[in-house]
């Protein structure tokens, strides 16, 4: 019978000597790894007063469950040997973004019910002055286990009447992970260990003979569902960077052997960026994911390193996957896991979306038509909620439906294509679209390394104008007259799709690298950045001046649209 929990994986590695874990110069068997982990629980209970305490940790009627432990921590051994202590000792981790600052970071604490945080030396400064409530807060020492209070006073022990807990159900929580705020406060999403013992043992592409590299943030669902749990059901051997850094991620590779990695939006674009070296295709690599990466570095990825990456599509919520098939476009994300039955549908009918058409050059033609929201009209039961927010949790099952918030196109062969958020509708003229297929077709532009299209208010009236964002290639600019011509040069731009606005910057990321476009939809045209425009459709674009910015403030008075200056 197949482990049901993630505490039975891992006790199913307890007596595995093969190795499991490996950090800098460090090595641990997973015999060693369960060891640790078993040891990390009992001090954290210890430390904590946790022990006793299931069901008090879930206060916001959501059936009870384990305490909530916070976890603030780089990724570290300490990390993991918490969050397997914690599935192991009756508790769940609650992955804290180390990216989030001041009364941010003391929502995201408070608002999932901690009853303890762990962190260290480094990243504790972060909760220096953070109101937390009387929240006890542990370090984690050299040895990687929870030791010294940072809160003095506010830890007890267990006490006389204190009880082993029980064996954690499949029900049971075993991690809440927030999402990555991209359109709004990040969110809680429940994760079982039912679900992630069946992410787990559904990972069948791996061997103990693998080594998994994993620099992504383990406070985020892609480490733990592609690097994680994958190698805690399969004895492959996980290795950890402590933070992402582009100039390292190879050399890491080839350094622990790994033969496979993870990563998400722009980080391919990072590693692409450093200096090419001879040993560019010594590894052991066999593929990666990489979701969210764009087909240009994708395909610049494989050319350079002999990588294939694979995009796909997932979320934190994991209630709609996708897999990729033989022969599909770099840039699609593929078909539905088998048992999902997802649509594109419009979501002011319901009603499902025309088919994508293409030309002979691969090019959308029907945009308008078969644009829509990606929703699963099966999987309801595989969201499992997000924690103490009904409202978010009513947003995305509707009807019996689940709505992913992402826009989506489908082929007639069934394959899907990813158009952007549902914040990321523009409307121009009356006519609506996606920004996600205008930043394909701006992307090509070859000075371009980074691309982020979204809407600035037009100065007369409710529609949106385009303004797209460009990060440029290391010592390349902007050419006005170049960027008509090429924009002119590309037959699948829309009539309206055209930018009014060009900003020239280093485009925003969060902390797993995904594209974080809301600074800035929030700081249009205020910016030290430079802009250039074209103050009428068919003029040359020209720099956006500080005279035109007044006079664009002036005709949005005149015509009752105040210019709200962020």
């Known amino acids: 019978m197949a482990p049901e929990t993630v505490a039975e994986l891992l006790l199913g590695r307890s007596e595995d000597d093969s190795l499991g874990l490996l950090a800098g110069d460090e090595r641990w068997s997973w015999r060693e790894v369960v060891a640790r982990s078993r040891a990390a629980g009992e001090r954290l209970r210890t430390l904590g007063g946790l022990g006793g305490l299931a069901g008090l940790g879930d206060p916001a009627g959501l059936g009870g469950g384990p305490p909530h432990v916070g976890v603030l921590l780089e990724n570290t051994p300490g990390y993991l040997f918490t969050l397997f202590g914690a599935a192991l000792g009756g508790m769940a981790v609650v992955g804290i973004n180390d990216t989030r600052r001041g009364a941010e970071l003391a929502r995201d604490i408070c608002h999932t019910d901690c009853r303890l945080v762990v962190t260290d030396p480094v990243s504790g400064p972060l909760l220096d002055g953070v109101d937390l409530g009387g929240i006890p807060v542990v370090s984690v ?26 064996a954690p159900r499949p029900d049971d929580l075993f991690v809440l992970i927030f999402t990555s705020g991209s359109t709004g406060a990040p969110k809680a999403v429940r994760m079982t260990h039912g679900r992630a013992a069946r992410m787990a043992t559904g990972s069948t592409w791996f061997t103990s003979d693998d080594v998994l590299y994993g620099a992504m943030p383990l406070f985020h669902g892609n480490a733990l569902n592609a690097i994680v749990l994958p190698a805690l059901a399969t004895g492959a051997a996980i290795a950890l960077r402590r933070r992402f850094s582009a100039s390292q991620f190879m050399p890491d590779v080839r350094r622990c052997g790994a033969t496979f990695f993870s990563t998400v939006g722009r980080a391919l674009s990072y590693v692409l960026a450093t200096p090419a070296s001879p040993d560019d295709r010594a590894h052991a690599v066999a593929y990666a994911l990489a979701p969210e990466s764009s087909p240009a570095d994708v395909r610049a990825f494989r050319k350079r390193f002999g990588i294939r990456c694979i995009t796909g599509y997932g979320s934190s919520e994991n209630a709609i996957v996708m897999t990729p098939v033989r022969g599909m476009p770099v840039d699609a994300l593929g078909v539905p896991l088998e048992g999902i039955d997802a649509a594109v549908v419009d979501p002011s009918t319901g009603q499902e979306c025309s ?48 709505w992913s918030g992402d826009l989506a196109y489908r082929d007639e062969d069934g394959i899907f294509y990813f158009a952007g958020r549902t914040g990321d509708w523009l409307r121009v003229d009356a006519e609506n679209f996606a920004a996600a297929p205008v930043e394909r077709i701006l992307g090509r532009y070859p000075p371009a390394v980074g691309t982020a299209v979204y809407a600035v208010p037009d100065e007369r009236t409710a529609d949106d104008q385009v303004m797209v964002a460009f990060e440029l290639a290391d010592g390349a600019a902007f050419d006005p007259e170049g960027f008509h011509a090429f924009l002119d040069a590309q037959p699948d731009l829309g009539t309206k799709w055209a930018p009014r606005y060009v900003r020239v910057t280093t485009l925003p990321v969060g902390a797993t690298s995904k594209l974080d476009k809301r600074p800035l939809q929030a700081e249009r045209w205020y910016t030290s950045d430079p802009i250039y425009w074209r103050p009428a459709r068919g003029e040359p674009y020209r720099r956006f001046t500080a005279a035109d910015l007044a006079a664009l403030e002036a005709r949005m008075r005149e015509h009752g649209r105040a210019p709200d200056r962020p």
């Open 355 to 402: 088919r994508a058409r293409f030309d002979p050059a691969g090019r959308l033609l029907n945009a308008a038509e078969a644009i829509g929201e990606l929703v699963g009209r099966n999987v309801a039961t595989r969201f499992e909620g997000y924690y103490n927010n009904p409202r978010a949790d009513a947003e995305r099952i509707r009807n019996g439906w689940y």
């Open 141 to 166: 020492d050299d040895q990687h286990l929870p030791a010294v209070s940072t809160t003095p006073g506010a830890l007890v022990g267990r006490g006389p009447g204190a009880v082993e807990p029980p």
